[in-house]
């Protein structure tokens, strides 16, 4: 029988999945040794909160790179030929996320003495210029915000060249933010304060199962190929070995995410790290980014002038790119082999640069704004995901500008 999470109709059956390889032994000793060294030394300097939400980082890396949970993917299998399979999950991990971040909220219940907020975004020219620019991005870029990471970190080098991109983008914004810091906008918008709680969770669930609806009308209409399947172990070693399935994943996600909130009172997000770490790279340069008036704020003020280990977001990020290279070399794929080509290094480093301005101006990327906007009651996280949507439109367009594929419906995948 049909269900809302049973597959949907593909043009072929999905393909078989090929065998793990071996274990790579010393960098999977390698990146274990990093992680438990680093855990230790931030939990003596910085204290027990901070070592947490590097320890759910590397959680959030291993279940990433293991579901290969991509944001990216699963818009461009959709607009492109309708398979919304990766839609889907990504409405999973919002529904998980919702019903454990709203319930935290609601509770006002924070470990470590913190107070749950709201991703409580502003409506304006930003969000809608931001998340438009982000989802063109993605497309160019190949990746997300926490894509960018698990992919860095299983050894994906043509992804480096998107993160730098990101750190570009996310530091001419800062460099700027007098250009941009008035545009017109409205006050946040959170269920919440017109529902209830309980009315936000339920409109936000009601708001995903439409759209899985929708994406298996969508899907079968459509008869799309089917997505690809990396290799993978078999039996109970598969829980650290192999593949997940994408719903897996979510779950994991979710949960993750919901903790993220939990444990240091802010959702989980990813991109405010890559301004910080372009200012701090370029005060080691001599160059003086604290002058600027972003960096002049009080918050930004003392993200700056603190160690990057202090920092929440820079903490969680490290720990996707760890648990990643950890899942990685336990699964036997990790590699740093990778033939830059112009074209494709053009248009990663062009994706990371929009990237980097569009979750700035947005107040957030797929992460911060699209998930912790959702899960948290917050409509701009809607707005985010319609106009991010349209601008992986516009990126599937140029994407063969610059010799990227785009998925065909005669393909055996997708």
Request: charged letters at 10%; one cysteine or more.
């Amino acid at each position: 029988m049909s269900t809302l999470l049973t597959q949907a109709k593909t043009s072929t059956p999905a393909p078989e999945q090929g065998e793990a390889p071996p274990i790579q032994r010393g960098p999977t000793m390698a990146a274990a040794v990093v992680a438990a060294a680093l855990v230790v030394w931030v939990g003596i300097e910085h204290g027990g909160r901070q070592a947490v939400l590097l320890g759910l980082g590397l959680g959030l890396g291993l279940a990433l790179f293991h579901s290969r949970f991509g944001f990216t993917s699963g818009w461009r299998q959709l607009v492109a030929v309708g398979n919304g399979a990766g839609v889907r999950a990504h409405a999973l991990l919002l529904g998980v996320a919702a019903t454990l971040g709203l319930l935290i909220l609601a509770t006002s219940s924070g470990l470590f003495g913190s107070t749950p907020a709201p991703a409580a975004g502003p409506l304006g020219v930003g969000l809608l210029a931001g998340s438009f620019l982000f989802g063109l991005g993605m497309q160019l870029g190949g990746a997300c915000a926490s894509g960018t990471l698990f992919a860095v970190g299983s050894g994906q080098t043509s992804i480096l060249v998107t993160l730098f991109g990101f750190i570009v983008g996310s530091v001419l914004y800062t460099w700027q933010y007098d250009l941009v810091d008035n545009l017109p906008a409205w006050d946040p918008v959170l269920l919440q304060d017109h529902v209830g709680f309980g009315g936000a969770w339920l409109v936000t669930l009601l708001v995903l199962v439409a759209i899985v609806v929708v994406s298996k009308v969508v899907q079968a209409r459509r008869n799309p190929p089917p997505t690809g399947r990396p290799p993978t172990a078999h039996g109970l070693v598969r829980v650290l070995r192999g593949s997940w399935p994408m719903i897996v994943g979510a779950v994991v996600i979710g949960v993750l995410a919901a903790a993220v909130l939990w444990v240091s009172g802010g959702i989980w997000g990813v991109t405010s790290a890559f301004g910080l770490w372009g200012a701090k790279f370029l005060q080691l340069l001599g160059a003086n980014p604290e002058t600027w008036t972003y960096w002049q704020q009080p918050g930004q003020a003392s993200s700056l002038s603190a160690s990057l280990l202090a920092d929440k977001t820079t903490l969680t990020n490290l720990g996707v790119i760890i648990g990643a290279a950890f899942a990685a070399t336990l699964g036997g794929v990790y590699t740093l082999k990778h033939r830059f080509r112009a074209r494709e290094t053009t248009a990663a480093l062009l994706g990371g640069i929009l990237l980097g301005v569009g979750a700035r101006l947005a107040n957030g990327c797929n992460i911060g704004a699209y998930l912790g906007g959702i899960s948290t009651g917050s409509i701009s996280g809607w707005i985010w995901a319609v106009a991010a949507l349209a601008g992986t439109w516009v990126g599937l367009k140029l994407r063969p500008y610059f010799g990227l594929g785009v998925p065909k419906s005669q393909d055996s995948v997708c």
